[in-house]
């Protein structure tokens, strides 16, 4: 073995070749991948839930893969050490099947060194949570909002970033994106419409505040899209004798139109340094408004043109919404254990409240409930390749005067994951 | 090139960073894969079967790639050079589509190297055969018996594992696993009641027997688990006029109510050295009875809610079972050169025989009928990424009163496969 | 670090061990892939197109993600540096789905270093087109009658091939390929009759024309297959009234027959260096003819045996096409920079011309419609990883008698592609 290491480094053998090939075609190389394994208990069988997705009619609890994550990057620099193209491959497989997540190129200009182009599939550079890895978050799923309105966070389409490279470049703490998207992400196989979203944020890195032992981050964004109205009936919210209701639009006119997906959102980030091994107390806040176009039972976005069991064109209902998410997140005196408080709502309809959904002739749904959610979890890193985390979820809805949604319902739960890294 | 190798061997270069740098990055990564394309031929068009799934109606020959893996595992050790954490991606992709099959992680207690723990999607720790990967094993399938109780193997859920780790432990021979499983594997895209699979297995590794150049290895394996009766409908075995039939019971009591999925099972494997060079003799076998869960017309333990075509909840039928397989494996002379002779059962509902099957009014069915199965296989290992087999199932079932099983069926299998691994 | 290195190279440390370990792993090993994002848009919503499928109903632009392909290769050589074993593990995973592509094992006899035999799911041996990659092709797709004819190119089967490896070998210009095959490809997941199609091809690999920079290439192949005849309502064209028609056979002997799936081909590339740095100038062509069976509206083979909506046989049609295309591929000066004028055209019916399909009681159908189609192409190649592609479609069909198909269709299709390979 001796004799096969000198063979190694001898560039005139073949082994010695075959070193440097080797090297060659792995350096640019980068594996990586996640598997989150989980049980849940929720607190009644078949609850509609936000925390890994509904559970089946006749269970309350169930051991799931929520994510397995297995991607390779590519990346190659040039001679000053800039990049030069990026590209990545990310599969998802869990027990409910095979699907891509991240694919995506990237190109890099490198004669300002400050912006690039990426098409394919990628996350919308939209927010902080949208953006945040799950093998980095702190909590188990997004918040509702997120994942209603933003459903597995990616989109095809192109985009280009500005984000200086250089070290010593004065906007080095800038980043912006904009972008143009099909709109429907992975919900679909392809764009039901010719209208196209367009992304746009602005963001600012991690700066220390002078003095401190802290530092911020934050960022602005906005979505500007839409959909093409098929149908010719569109619901939007007015009054009925004073109340808050649909009001129904049939014109002709209507079909042809772009209903409105209209976004804006800021967020903020505050780490505080809990000093040398200790960890850090971390807040993050977010805020959404807008306008959101969908169906009566739903604020998603649609898919595919939305349709009736009998293939009659569903009304679309376009709804003002906001939402927030807080996060306070503490080291318990360690890197190894963390605490972590999240409170977030979405109110898919801020035009409609309480009792008022439920009224006769209001066209109000269980779509239009507003949902709160407080969150806590704690948090162990076994060591850099795992975490354990136990979180439990206390969703509140509002009451309402609709048949099911008069109470509080029963779907809080408690989640308990393994997450792998590498 | 020679500059580049000093270089590459130099800490303070950009190149002896990267060696170091790729070096840590795939230290702990593995690939590995296999492919196994296959010809096979049965002795009727449209032949039910367990080689590799049903011939489809008109067809009575078919290439398949009856298996496409290809797995990435990651594995960290200590400074004691004890295993920490260790997690597995495994895809099959063949013309069927593309699923995953292992996606697990491992985390290894260090303290005292004993136990670990695992979450995910793996195959259910019960007998031998479950447990054998097809790249190893020597027949092209597993026992008709295995495919129908535990298909696909695998099940999502938890598990303890106690196998001491350290080369000097006096229980180094002995392996433990206890877990708690959905029940339904990769046959369904998430458990469809709330009651879980209790596994468990203690199994003796190969030891060597005194005085011989032989050594033996066995296990026991137990499977406690269930099904929530959502139906009132049960059947279970009982006579009529002296003659084995169905019972009808219709209780209200039943609906909810956890009918029986219990699997007792024993198996043990001897292997005797035919000396230097010359290979193998082995002996293995593996028998398993219990009670088993499913419906009129398979005994599959079912992945949703059994319902009929209009929507009706199906009778569920609880048989007794039992079933085993014998293997006689033997190199011819070489390493590269192997026979192999299996015989196996699987006896559905041990409480009916041949002619009582189809009897007027006894309410049983084709999945109800014994089958015998006797497999000869030749393999050739060409190389240690390569092996052929030609393997013949000769399939008999029982001779019933049933119309279309009353003489064997024509179901008689001839397998040539070729088997890549990496 | 100094240290790290030393011992990396140093065999009795574990470091040197592992380094030993890591070399062997992964020098075997081969990664590559290839992503393709791109923008489109169509003359008319809801163009049919063969540049990467139909459009949607109501949608004339797309971004698609056209290809996203990751694959694994294995390869072992012997001592004398002669391949032993090879095998390809490739996933294609876009928006519409995760799915196979090369999937096979290749074994190569080493004692006259000339045959090797391959195993499982594979491109078809057929042709120059089918068997170049998307990778290395310069425009976006195949041409219509090589995806109509081949669709996915790919077919699970078993191939014998004769390929000189020694370097001193006469015939080492020369490759032949004879396999046996399913039909049906990854259009369906399994084989749907017995037969199988045979196809062959004799190659001649790129030879230097003597007293010239340029070199030819070419070869003929051959598929010689079908599929049963379920039905006895066979179709094959005749003529009514000095009319081409389809001729209605309904025989009760026609069925159990196979119906033919005969193509003939020949393909011949020429290139010619433009100096060194300049690239080069390019020709390419192909000609194929045949007899295709299929159903009254696809020339495509089917997948499945062929039925109506209501489960009723369809009847079979059996035409004679033809189809060619021509590059011309010219590099503009510099290897960055090239231009590409393509014409293909593909005549799925060679009896039945313009106003003959849709005349009264012919029974022709769209799918006998022949159509031209001209593309024009310019690419940069950014880098090794990275090309832009801009390709503008002009398709035109035949003017028929048909409802909608009186006069050329708007279905031209300008492509935005950006190509990333590693």
């Known amino acids: 073995r001796a004799q096969f290491l000198m063979d190694m480094i001898d560039t005139t053998t073949e082994m010695g070749k075959g070193m440097i090939s080797m090297y060659m075609k792995y350096d640019a190389l980068r594996f990586s991948g996640y ?3 989980q049980f849940q208990m929720a ?23 929520r994510r397995g994550r297995i991607r390779v990057d590519y990346e190659r620099y040039n001679k000053q050490d800039m990049p030069v193209v990026q590209f990545a491959f990310q599969f998802d497989g869990t027990e409910r099947g095979v699907n891509i997540r991240d694919f995506y190129g990237r190109f890099f200009e490198t004669k300002f060194n400050l912006f690039s182009l990426v098409g394919g599939m ?4 939209f927010g902080y949570e949208v953006n945040l890895s799950s093998a980095d978050r702190e909590t188990p799923e997004r918040g509702r909002m997120s994942q209603i309105l933003m459903r597995t966070e990616r989109d095809l389409g192109a985009m280009v970033s500005f984000e200086p490279r250089r070290k010593d470049h004065p906007l080095r703490f800038l980043k912006i994106d904009v972008g143009a998207f099909n709109g429907q ?95 850090f107390t971390q807040f993050r806040a977010e805020y959404l408004r807008g306008r959101q176009t969908a169906t009566a039972l739903t604020t998603e976005t649609p898919g595919v043109i939305p349709v009736e069991a009998d293939g009659r064109l569903q009304p679309l209902y376009i709804r003002n919404f906001d939402g927030a998410y807080l996060y306070y ?38 779509a239009d409930i507003r949902y709160n959610t407080v969150g806590i979890g704690y948090l162990y890193y076994a060591n850099e390749h795992l975490k354990f985390m136990v979180y439990y979820d206390w969703v509140t809805n509002e009451s309402t005067d609709l048949d099911g949604y008069k109470d509080d319902l029963k779907d809080n739960v408690l989640t308990c994951r393994m997450q792998y890294r590498f």
């Open 35 to 37: 598997i989150q394994p």
């Open 43 to 65: 607190q009644s069988r078949g609850a509609q839930s936000y925390a890994g997705g509904n559970f089946p009619a006749a269970s309350d609890n169930r051991f799931t893969l």
């Open 122 to 125: 990628f996350a919308r550079p």
């Open 185 to 279: 992400g992975l919900t679909a196989t392809t764009d039901f419409d010719s209208h196209k979203d367009f992304i746009g944020r602005i963001a600012i890195k991690p700066r220390k505040i002078k003095g401190t032992k802290s530092q911020l981050s934050g960022g602005v964004s906005v979505l500007y899209g839409g959909m093409q109205q098929f149908t010719k009936q569109i619901r939007t919210m007015g009054t009925t004798d004073g109340k808050p209701a649909f009001m129904i639009d049939s014109s002709v006119s209507n079909v042809g139109k772009i209903a409105p997906r209209h976004y804006y959102g800021a967020d903020v980030q505050w780490k505080i340094s809990n000093g040398e091994g200790k960890g």
């Open 329 to 366: 997140i503490q080291n318990l005196g360690s890197i190894k254990h963390q605490a972590v408080l999240k409170y977030d709502w979405y109110d898919p309809n801020t035009k409609a409240k309480g009792k008022d959904i439920g009224a006769p002739g209001a066209g109000l749904t269980p």
